[in-house]
């Protein structure tokens, strides 16, 4: 009976202590209340902040433990209620741009944050007495801060451009700005919105990829090659080195890589860039010129290799299906279409001279594959004509048999054996 | 029988026999014939060897030097196969996974290189660099007396 | 010459069974004599299973790793592979859609009545046997298909009451469809069954042969013409066995049997997942069952409802033998028909759906 009232006794001190510790009066009284002020009690749960110890005191003062709300809030104990906007940033750059501080949770994570925002065109506003720009919670959202790599961040690769667009897509937001809403929408016809969103490829580009994300701010247009170049590494470097690199970067009104492919909404290339009336060629180089004309000669080239290695397929997926061996061409195949990749990588140099060795390569390869493609069907028509024998040798042994049982019957009936009584 | 009963008739009846006699026999000979061709054939084993698709051989050990690569047909797939050092053996799948093109080794960076866009792996099959939106799939290579066996990983 | 040889033969062989048999055997004649064919059809094409089976076992090899390898081989390295390997497969579907005519065939001309009980009742195992046969031999060539079939089998097999479980881990060969089931479905395949299915056959026959052929009751057995078995009823059926043969080459040689993608456990489930269009009316009324019926559960509700139905039709020859002929023919005709319905209904259903 005695020991356990002991144990309450030495029990009491480590409790005290521990309420001391992790005691927190906001939620107590910010859970209960309605509406806008319970708001931040309830989302703080999902707080990347919360997970790491920290609570609604580490960032707007005032004291937790006190039981009082002319305590707690007091603005003597550091209480500063809800930041200013202006103030926002710096707030979180407290602890974000100190390598110290951010060491004992995150070491591997970066401190440059504020140092970048002040570059952006954001940052810039925002200092310049701005108010309506995109501070630190506009886009990692207030009191349920996820980290990046959680899928229900705001920020996550696959949610980061409706995150953007919540302001970026709003007319009435970017009037006084002058600059365009249409970004998302045409971004979303592009082939990175499909490779990110539709194919969940997480390394396709976002907002952030091309324009930053704390320093976010439109690449220039001198720039624009090397942002894209960054991943289509091969298509830049061709493109440094030719004809057009000079001329599209002194043109004024836009440069490199977007002159031919725009900017937001990049649609899968195709032919029609280069030959017909939607031409983007045509924009510089009139119908008939020699420019056109080789432009012309490219999509031909393209678009003959293209239908060549087609037909080939189709050709090689009916013999496939009547159960002929043709993996050997299929592998052939595979070939052939690399060789289309690379010819359509070599456009990019602008020199006929550099495609015709992958279209050449490739028509080799489709034409191969054409034949083997025949030949095995040939083999089938071959086990047609087979099965064709046969038959007639059966229906020859099916007739003969026929008539034999006429003959035998004919004589049974004359003789009307024992075994076969005449019908009644 | 008797002499009076061979007539015109029994002529014609014997012609009949034998043509059908003829015929029937005729017909099982080639339709039997017809029937064990093929299955003659079948037994006969193929000239090409039966391919053993889950292992295959990367060649002889010393066909490939330290720090290099080259391309293995691994059924209907490519496969590269790496000599990472004299002891070290690797092989991934050839295949991009960004746009299927055909990858290669490349000694001077010591990474796995595809030609078409530039992507970039590295020994492990990890993406380092370019479009490439998923690893290479890693093949199991093991050494069998003085030849190097591919096969895929259990 | 000939004589000699017989002779030769004859001393030492007693032959007099078989030319008896040669020589009395005969077959009535009547409305309803095309039926008999069938019977030797299906002989026929399970002649056919063993030949193209045992050339199949040349190449095939019964391992996870190399069967849909060793059958793609078949199809595509082997000379005329693609044609016995197909010709297995057709013949295969065949052959139990012949059964299936045979059985009801004897149904409708009420063969079963005594003395013939047993060649019913070894008939009807005969059938779940053939069945048995196509169930196992699917998931042989180890394509995703088949490995998926097997698993949805082998799930309703384990839904059934009590003895459920056990059965679905004996067929299995463990707990889930893997390596271990596909050595004993094999084994199943090419050793368990055929020896089974020829001993069964063997008896079939000789039953038939002690009992002579039935006559439909609607007829007086004295007053029906005969045909003499050999050779009249021989070469007709000779013919019809031809004609089986022509309709097998062209379905092998115009729609090759499909190999499909090799079986991956990890993959998720082909849309469309369906078994063998024998299997077909089984599994659509499953799916029809509510998946609670009052305290039970749907599926074993199905499961029970198949098993005294078939129950119920194995003793077919037994029913309401205290009453008269053809009140009793009456009953099992209609009942006949109901089920014949149903199965071609709901294997219809099933295939549309």
């Known amino acids: 009976m005695r020991p356990p009232v002991i144990f309450l006794f030495l029990l009491v001190p480590l409790f005290l202590l521990a309420e001391g510790t992790t005691k927190n009066t906001c939620l107590d009284c910010h859970s209960v209340l309605d509406g806008r002020a319970q708001r931040p009690a309830l989302l703080v749960k999902n707080d990347v902040h919360t997970a790491s110890g920290l609570s609604c005191s580490d960032c707007h003062g005032g004291d937790r433990t006190s039981d009082d709300p002319g305590g707690s809030m007091n603005p003597a104990k550091g209480f500063i209620g809800k930041p200013a906007r202006k103030a926002i940033p710096k707030l979180c750059a407290r602890c974000h741009s100190n390598p110290d501080f951010m060491r004992k949770f995150r070491p591997q994570q970066r401190v440059d944050q504020y140092e970048l925002y002040q570059t952006s065109i954001h940052g810039k506003r925002l200092a310049s007495g701005d108010e309506n720009v995109a501070t630190c919670i506009d886009c990692h959202s207030v009191h349920d801060i996820r980290a990046v790599k959680d899928p229900a961040a705001p920020v996550y690769p696959l949610r980061l451009p409706e995150t953007c667009a919540h302001c970026h897509s709003d007319r009435q937001k970017m009037a006084k700005y002058g600059i365009p809403t249409n970004q998302f929408d045409e971004y979303r016809n592009s082939v990175h919105w499909n490779a990110l969103k539709i194919r969940g490829d997480l390394s396709a580009p976002n907002c952030a990829s091309c324009h930053g994300n704390h320093g976010a701010k439109p690449p220039q247009v001198e720039s624009v090659a090397a942002v894209c170049g960054n991943c289509h590494v091969l298509f830049a470097q061709l493109y440094q080195k030719s004809v057009h690199e000079p001329i599209f970067s002194a043109a004024s009104g836009g440069g490199g890589c977007i002159v031919c492919h725009s900017n937001h909404g990049i649609r899968q290339p195709t032919t029609a860039m280069l030959d017909g009336p939607k031409a983007v060629c045509s924009q510089c180089h009139d119908p008939g010129t020699p420019g056109a004309n080789v432009a012309a000669q490219m999509a031909k080239w393209i678009d003959g290799l293209d239908s060549a290695l087609k037909h080939s397929e189709s050709v090689l997926a009916r013999a496939d299906k009547y159960g002929m061996e043709v993996s050997e061409a299929q592998v052939r195949l595979g070939d052939g279409r690399e060789n289309l990749v690379k010819a359509r990588l070599a456009l990019h140099s602008f020199e006929p001279e550099q495609m015709k060795k992958p279209i050449e390569a490739g028509m080799a390869i489709a034409n191969e594959t054409l034949r083997a493609s025949q030949d095995a069907l040939h083999e089938k028509d071959v086990r047609r004509m087979g099965l064709a024998v046969s038959v007639i040798f059966i229906g020859i042994t099916i007739l003969a048999i026929w008539v034999l049982i006429r003959r035998i019957e004919s004589n049974d009936a004359y003789r009307s054996g024992a075994n076969a009584p005449a019908p009644k | 029988m008797k002499a009076s009963d061979t007539g015109p008739d029994t002529h014609l009846d014997q012609d009949r026999r034998s043509v059908l006699s003829w015929l029937l026999g005729g017909g099982i000979a080639a339709s039997l014939g017809s029937f064990f061709y093929p299955v003659i054939r079948f037994m006969n084993p193929p000239h090409i060897s039966e391919v053993a698709v889950d292992e295959v051989s990367g060649g002889k050990l010393n066909d490939l030097k330290a720090n290099s690569g080259k391309i293995v047909k691994f059924g209907n797939k490519p496969v590269v196969l790496v000599r990472v050092s004299e002891t070290e053996w690797k092989a991934f799948s050839a295949v991009c996974t960004h746009l299927n093109c055909t990858v290669q080794y490349q000694g001077s960076t010591r990474l796995i290189w595809c030609a078409c866009h530039n992507g970039m792996y590295d020994l492990t099959g990890r993406v380092v660099s370019g479009p490439p939106p998923k690893p290479l799939e890693e093949y199991a290579v093991r050494v069998r007396g003085d030849e190097v066996i591919i096969s895929r990983r259990a | ?353």
Request: positive net charge; aromatic residues 16%; proline residues 5%.
């Open chain 3, 1 to 353: 010459m000939r004589a000699k040889a017989a002779n030769w033969l004859g001393e030492r062989i007693d032959l007099n069974a078989v030319r008896e048999l040669i020589e009395h055997k005969t077959v009535p004649v009547h409305s309803a004599t095309r039926w008999y064919y069938f019977g030797g059809i299906t002989l026929f094409l399970f002649a056919i299973q063993v030949i193209t089976g045992i050339l199949l076992m040349l190449y095939y090899r019964p391992t996870v790793s190399e069967a849909f390898e060793s059958v793609r081989f078949i199809m595509t390295r082997v000379e005329f592979g693609w044609l016995i390997r197909s010709i297995h497969s057709w013949s295969a579907n065949l052959l139990i859609f012949v059964a299936f005519v045979h059985m009801f065939s004897v149904v409708f001309t009420h063969a079963y009545r005594p003395p013939r009980e047993l060649t019913w009742l070894t008939g009807i195992v005969l059938l779940g046997l053939m069945l048995f046969f196509g169930f196992s031999g699917y998931l042989l060539p180890w394509n995703q298909i088949s490995y998926f079939a097997t698993k949805v089998g082998t799930d309703v097999a384990a839904s059934a009451p009590l003895i459920g479980p056990a059965i679905a881990r004996f067929l299995r060969g463990g707990e889930d469809v893997g390596a271990p089931t596909l050595t004993r479905f094999f084994a199943f395949h090419v050793i368990i069954l055929p020896l089974a299915t020829m001993a069964l056959i063997a008896l079939h026959i000789l039953l038939v042969q002690q009992n002579g052929m039935s006559t439909p009751p609607w007829l007086t057995a004295s007053s029906v013409r005969q045909m003499r078995f050999f050779p009249n009823f021989f070469l007709r059926e000779l013919m019809v066995w031809y004609c089986a043969l022509a309709v097998l080459g062209a379905l092998a040689a115009i729609f090759p049997w499909e190999l499909g993608e090799k079986a991956d456990s990890f993959a998720s489930a082909p849309a469309g997942i369906r078994p063998e269009w024998y299997f077909l009316a089984q599994f659509y009324t499953l799916k029809l069952i509510p998946s609670h019926v009052w305290v039970f559960e749907g599926e074993i509700l199905g499961i029970l409802g198949f098993g005294l139905l078939a129950a119920f039709w194995v003793v077919l020859p037994f029913w309401g033998v205290d009453r008269a002929g053809a009140a009793r023919a009456r009953l099992v005709t209609g009942v006949g028909v109901l089920l014949a319905s149903y199965l071609a209904t709901f294997t219809v259903l099933g295939y549309v759906k």
